[in-house]
């Protein structure tokens, strides 16, 4: 860290002390909380609204009526689709609802209720345990604290997962599982390294009902004409003779409608099995209208990709906006260090330690909402209060400068106080 002088400081304190008043006077409400698509995302599948109708039929391409009931594991198109997106074989795909969380939270149920395949429901194997790598994404916390599951953090690095400390849990037979999102992630957008990817494949848990939650929510989400590779999961667990060790997940929901899009979960044989058992008592089918939209939308993979980058050209403007401006404010004093994903929704800043807490709660009072600081980690616990994800997709460009400024000088004015003990 550059060595700033106290008087310095002093004098940088005072002049941010004064633009945040100045910004706190105008009563803004500025948003970077939420990693949704923008109004003008949203507008690039406008056509889906009207591309079903009796007019252009609603059967699909095997004849099924999708007014209907049936087909509870999705049109044939979907699976397809998702299956060159997730590059593994169709029949090892099932397709939900508009959400992939709500794929994620009925396998996690389904697993303290009834169990994994094979074996005991996690209800009923006293105190359980999942592997987190953080920071991460609060919702996949959410989801572990409402089962009551123990969290434990395992650090990122650039490549993935601290992968040293995942092999060394893994070894506990209490602990059943681990949360990863392998491309672009939240809210790092860090890509697994073949490396990494190759070595979760290969675990040898302690426990037969370990599984590798892996929510590829972010797999097409390129910001670049050049994609980040990420090694197949499924191909690298058949490699390693562990097929059942992981299970997918992804959805349309940044590609088409955040609200209304296709979600898909994928597995080895055996788990998809025990999930379509669970998922043909749980429902007749889920929207085939919808299904059929994006059949009809993105009628392959190319499609698919084509459209990603008129996604892109939106929001790279929005991330490259955010690098500029922290390395004009920042670069080389030391006061914050943040990462530059090449696809994804979300970037990761660390703070001085001590205060993340204390910028979010400056920015708030500027009328700037950031995702609480502390969310990033299990039970909204940053053991340094350091992290603060940074959400840059929804607001307009004007406003997303403006919001950015805002969290420079609360940056920089938390930063002071720290450094002059106040």
Known sequence: MALLSKEQLRLMLSENLEKHAAYKAKGLKLDMSRGKPSVSQLDLCGDMLVNVSEESGVK????TDTRNYGMPEGLPEIKNLFARILELPA???????????NLMFDVFAQAMSVGMPGCEPWAKQGKIKFICPVPGYDRHFSVCEYFGIEMINVEMTPNGPDMDAVEKLAADGSVKGMWCVPKYSNPDGCVYSDETVRRIASLKPAAKDFRVFWDNAYCMHDLYDTSEPLLPIFKACLEAGNPEMVIQFASTSKISFAGAGVSAVAAGDENIRHIKKRLFIQTIGHDKINQLRHA?????????????????????????LLYGLFTREFGGNGLISWTEPKGGYFMSVDVMEGCAKRVAGLCADAGVVLTPAGATYPY???????????????????????????????????????????
């Open 380 to 422: 909204g616990k940053d053991p340094r209060d350091r992290n603060i994800r940074i959400a840059p997709t929804v607001p307009p460009i004007e406003e997303l400068e403006q919001a950015a400024e805002i969290f420079c000088v609360a940056v920089k004015i938390a930063s002071a106080e720290k450094l002059l003990g106040r």
């Open 60 to 63: 699909s391409g095997d004849g």
């Open 91 to 101: 029949e090892n795909v099932l397709v939900g609802g508009n959400s992939s969380l």
């Open 296 to 320: 009809r939308r993105f009628p392959d993979i190319d499609v698919v990709k084509a459209h990603m980058k008129r996604h892109a050209a939106i929001i790279r403007p929005k991330f490259e």
